[in-house]
């Protein structure tokens, strides 16, 4: 049985290959793909077969997916161009013959307000439309606050535009465990799972955990979404990823960030990372 994981180059990309490797699937029966193959040699040096795919070059994708069974489909990073280049995958999934497509989604896609929402919602239904799918709405990554840690404690703040909304964050491990159990066991077809850490949290949880963590005074800063995104660009971020983020905190606020769905840690098989365990190992 062949598994292909797309953006196998990427932070999630990586974790799931090597999930899939911990729950003994054979090298030889993963395919990893990227742009550029150079930067999953590794990969290829344990004997993982690696391939070259750009969803934006169509005739790179037959021989990528070549064989396929069963595919993980990571959303890429570029949302303007994002449906065009999914569609472009989920057709070559189709044309390859797989038999099942997980596709790494956002938490509630068919509901939530955000501008990123509709890019996933449309590849959902074009990917139900065409072959049996999972969807794994992941939610937002702890990693997007562990790797924040060394300003915040430079600042002794957290700044956001959250408010007191609830996040259910997880780690990109637990996530790519999630989807090396959908890829490696059977029932899953038809499936959406709401993906969340078990304990979530707002933003002034946070700032006290990392309090907690350090014996620093952190305290939490709300803003509105315009200051919050000046901030964002004050410190150097482009443009559209500051909205992005302004536009992810907003959501928080009214919870669409939060969900006790339980479903990953069903499919890990275990309690999710928690909060204070990510903040101590980043620390470390
Ligand atoms: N839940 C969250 O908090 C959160 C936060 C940020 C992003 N995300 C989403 O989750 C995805 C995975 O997260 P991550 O942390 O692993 O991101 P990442 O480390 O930035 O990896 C992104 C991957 O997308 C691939 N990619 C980009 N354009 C592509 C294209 N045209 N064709 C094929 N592959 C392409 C890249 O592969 P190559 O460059 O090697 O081809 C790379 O491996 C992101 O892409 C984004 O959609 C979620």
Redesign the pocket.
Same mark, same amino acid.
């Given at each position: 049985m062949s598994i292909v994981v797309? +953006? *196998?180059? &990427?932070?999630? &990309? %990586? @974790?799931t290959v090597e999930a899939l490797l911990a729950r003994g699937v054979p090298a030889s029966d993963i395919v990893a #793909?990227? %742009?550029?193959v150079t %930067?999953?040699k590794d990969f290829a040096d344990r004997g993982v077969v690696v391939r070259r *795919?750009?969803? *934006? =070059?169509p005739d790179s994708l037959p021989a990528a997916f070549a064989g396929a069974d069963r595919l993980l489909l990571?959303? #890429? #990073?570029?949302?303007s =161009?994002?449906v065009a280049?999914h569609r472009r995958?989920i057709d070559a999934a189709v044309a390859a013959g797989a038999s099942l497509v997980a596709y790494?989604s956002?938490?509630r896609a068919d509901t939530s307000t955000t501008s @990123?929402a509709p890019t996933h919602s449309a590849t959902e239904e074009y990917l139900r439309e065409r072959l049996p799918s999972v969807m794994l709405r !992941? &939610?937002?990554?702890l =990693? !997007?606050y562990t790797s924040q840690l060394p300003q915040v404690r430079q600042g002794g703040v957290v700044v956001g535009a959250a408010g007191h909304g609830r996040i259910s +964050?997880a780690t %990109?491990s637990d996530?790519a465990g999630a989807a090396a159990s959908v890829l490696t066991t059977d029932g899953h077809a038809g499936n959406v799972y709401e993906l969340g850490g078990d304990e979530a949290f707002t933003l002034a949880e946070l700032a006290a955990a990392i309090a907690a963590a350090t014996g620093e005074r952190i305290e939490y800063a709300h803003l509105t979404a315009d200051a919050f995104t000046q901030v964002l660009t004050d410190a150097g971020l482009p443009a559209e990823l500051a909205h992005v983020l302004a536009d *992810?905190d907003l959501a928080m606020s009214r919870d669409e960030m939060f969900t006790d769905s339980g479903d990953l840690r069903r499919l890990i098989g275990r309690p999710t990372t928690t909060l204070a365990e990510a903040i101590t190992a980043a620390l470390r």
């Amino acid at each position: 049985m062949s598994i292909v994981v797309t +953006a *196998a180059s &990427g932070q999630l &990309g %990586r @974790l799931t290959v090597e999930a899939l490797l911990a729950r003994g699937v054979p090298a030889s029966d993963i395919v990893a #793909t990227s %742009r550029d193959v150079t %930067r999953i040699k590794d990969f290829a040096d344990r004997g993982v077969v690696v391939r070259r *795919a750009d969803f *934006a =070059e169509p005739d790179s994708l037959p021989a990528a997916f070549a064989g396929a069974d069963r595919l993980l489909l990571i959303s #890429t #990073t570029t949302p303007s =161009e994002r449906v065009a280049n999914h569609r472009r995958a989920i057709d070559a999934a189709v044309a390859a013959g797989a038999s099942l497509v997980a596709y790494t989604s956002m938490l509630r896609a068919d509901t939530s307000t955000t501008s @990123l929402a509709p890019t996933h919602s449309a590849t959902e239904e074009y990917l139900r439309e065409r072959l049996p799918s999972v969807m794994l709405r !992941n &939610g937002w990554y702890l =990693e !997007n606050y562990t790797s924040q840690l060394p300003q915040v404690r430079q600042g002794g703040v957290v700044v956001g535009a959250a408010g007191h909304g609830r996040i259910s +964050a997880a780690t %990109r491990s637990d996530y790519a465990g999630a989807a090396a159990s959908v890829l490696t066991t059977d029932g899953h077809a038809g499936n959406v799972y709401e993906l969340g850490g078990d304990e979530a949290f707002t933003l002034a949880e946070l700032a006290a955990a990392i309090a907690a963590a350090t014996g620093e005074r952190i305290e939490y800063a709300h803003l509105t979404a315009d200051a919050f995104t000046q901030v964002l660009t004050d410190a150097g971020l482009p443009a559209e990823l500051a909205h992005v983020l302004a536009d *992810a905190d907003l959501a928080m606020s009214r919870d669409e960030m939060f969900t006790d769905s339980g479903d990953l840690r069903r499919l890990i098989g275990r309690p999710t990372t928690t909060l204070a365990e990510a903040i101590t190992a980043a620390l470390r």
